[in-house]
């Protein structure tokens, strides 16, 4: 994560003497505690004499949304001694990181944003009415192949009915005429597409779609992409299952996935519904986070699904796929939402696919699994936590925050309710993360399960609480958080509120889960039986 005081654009120079010398490039780079960032870039021997070098040096004030930029000279035989040659002060537009141009309003555009389409000059798309040119294209049957593509700001869909990018028919369709694949390389650049809608009923044929998601039909690669706040539900009425008329395919990013498809370092958030008129064996209703299905030589990399999938019939359903015949490395599903990672080619619900895993929603909200996506991102973009709140807590790719007002910290874990003997330990606690500043705590006792109007709890300013079981009742606690940044130029607290976290106090043994050794006593008979006195 970058924050407010890192630089936000470097200056570039050369040696005059030595073009292919790099060692006077930069002469200086500072950064400062007080949220200013100066850079020096200069060149010796900038139109003579030679013992003279001659620079800018820039210093960035983005809180006043100044850059003030000095000329400066310095006699390398003297290098104590600094020239003022001239200053000059630039008001600096307002600037919003990685933002887009507002949310979509359904329309298509004509063009692209720029670029011709190859490796070095992408095509770029930094709207929703551009990224339904591209599917406008592929869908006329213009495939990309090879051709590059890269996303150059988050774009909101803004829940307008989105046709996907690609059509599928069927694994039989003749590619030229029921058919319309995408075979580019579409780069998100570690931006997100959110809201993403979905909502159709249709009657399939031979000839008309089936694969419902971002992309219908992706026979190339789409890398770096989050899609977040999915909503797509797909009903297919035929009722003739044959040729696969029948079927509906649902997912995320990818609807169905040929041999040439890859997915590789991307998420996918949201919930997805795939419904049929019955289960015959021709019939197949599939659902899955990252795509709906996968074909064989298809691969899925460094990637994961957080959704909630279903199917009217069968079972295949998944966090990741609904059902594959193609591969995973390293990937992941949430299986709090959907408890199988993908089914296979028969139907059959996988709960652990190879080379994927399933994780709870709190742990793929926490710090640790930032860390096992950063660990299998190689070459494609690195991950952090969701701090700027655009995934739901989930983790993003690596970008920029502007810092502002100091951030809500995100509980990772809430306070659990306890039932336990008077008498007993009822410690409470709960877990919080902020990318910097410092983190306070107070606890709150109340009579209703509410979090607020509670009575706050003298001296209980830890992340831990152990409440009072002195007496039989039950009583309802909860914690606000606050996060303090003395470095936000705006507000410097943030204070969310937990859950609450009922705790009940019983005369009657409460068992804790273990399992004893032996018996409180006796032998067995009928005179003297064996004894039971709690749970263990």
């Not at 005081?5 to 060692?23: C, E, I, K, V, Y």
């Not at 810092?403 to 309710?417: E, G, K, N, R």
């Not at 330990?425 to 109340?446: D, F, I, K, M």
């Not at 958080?481 to 859950?499: I, L, M, R, Y």
Request: net charge negative.
């Amino acid at each position: 994560m970058c924050i407010r005081d890192r630089p936000s654009f470097f200056l570039w120079g050369h040696n005059h003497q030595n073009a292919s010398s790099r060692t006077d490039v930069a002469t200086l780079i500072k950064e400062y505690s007080s949220g200013y960032t100066t850079m020096n870039a200069g060149a010796i021997g900038y139109r003579n004499p030679t013992n003279l070098a001659q620079g800018m040096n820039m210093t960035l004030d983005s809180t006043a949304g100044k850059l003030d930029c000095t000329v400066i000279r310095v006699d390398t035989a003297n290098p104590g001694t600094v020239t003022t040659i001239g200053t000059r002060s630039i008001d600096l537009p307002p600037y919003t990181p990685q933002g887009g141009q507002g949310v979509w309003d359904g329309s298509i555009a004509t063009s692209y944003a720029g670029g011709t389409g190859t490796q070095a000059d992408p095509y770029l798309i930094s709207n929703g009415a551009e990224l339904a040119h591209l599917a406008q294209q592929v869908n006329g049957g213009t495939a990309y192949t090879n051709t590059y593509f890269r996303q150059t700001a988050d774009i909101d869909l803004g829940g307008h009915e989105w046709t996907p990018i690609g059509l599928f028919a069927g694994s039989t369709s003749t590619p030229l005429t029921h058919a319309r694949i995408f075979g580019g390389i579409y780069d998100g650049d570690g931006h997100v597409i959110s809201n993403l809608k979905i909502d159709v009923t249709y009657e399939g044929d031979s000839s008309n779609r089936k694969a419902w998601a971002l992309f219908g039909n992706l026979g190339g690669v789409v890398q770096d992409l989050g899609v977040t706040g999915v909503d797509v539900r797909a009903a297919n009425t035929q009722s003739t299952t044959s040729n696969g008329q029948t079927n509906a395919y649902v997912g995320g990013i990818a609807g169905y996935m040929t041999a040439d498809g890859r997915i590789r370092n991307s998420y996918a958030e949201g919930s997805l519904q795939a419904i049929t008129a019955d289960s015959g064996t021709n019939t197949r209703a599939a659902a899955g986070g990252v795509a709906a299905r996968t074909a064989s030589g298809s691969q899925i990399v460094n990637s994961y699904g957080a959704v909630n999938a279903q199917v009217s019939f069968g079972s295949r359903v998944g966090g990741l796929v609904g059902y594959h015949e193609g591969t995973f490395t390293t990937s992941f599903w949430d299986s709090t939402r959907t408890a199988n990672g993908s089914a296979n080619a028969s139907g059959t619900g996988t709960t652990t696919p190879t080379g994927a895993a399933g994780r709870t929603t709190a742990q793929m909200k926490a710090a640790g699994f930032v860390t096992e996506l950063n660990a299998g991102h190689g070459t494609y973009k690195e991950w952090m936590a969701d701090t700027p709140g655009l995934n739901d807590g989930y983790p993003i790719h690596w970008r920029i925050i502007e810092i502002i007002d100091a951030l809500p910290p995100q509980i990772t874990a809430q306070p659990q309710s306890r039932t336990v003997m008077v008498g007993a330990t009822a410690t409470l606690s709960v877990t919080a993360t902020v990318p910097r500043g410092e983190l306070s705590y107070q606890w709150y006792s109340n009579t209703v399960d509410s979090n607020s109007g509670g009575t706050p709890i003298g001296g209980a300013t830890d992340s831990n609480y152990t409440a009072p079981t002195g007496s039989v009742g039950e009583t309802y606690y909860y914690c606000v958080v606050t996060h303090t940044d003395s470095e936000a130029p705006g507000a410097k607290t943030a204070s969310p509120t937990s859950a609450t976290a009922r705790t009940r106090v019983t005369t009657t043994n409460v068992w804790d889960g273990g399992i004893a050794t032996s018996y409180a006593g006796g032998r067995g008979t009928q005179p003297a039986p064996y004894l039971t006195s709690n749970g263990p």
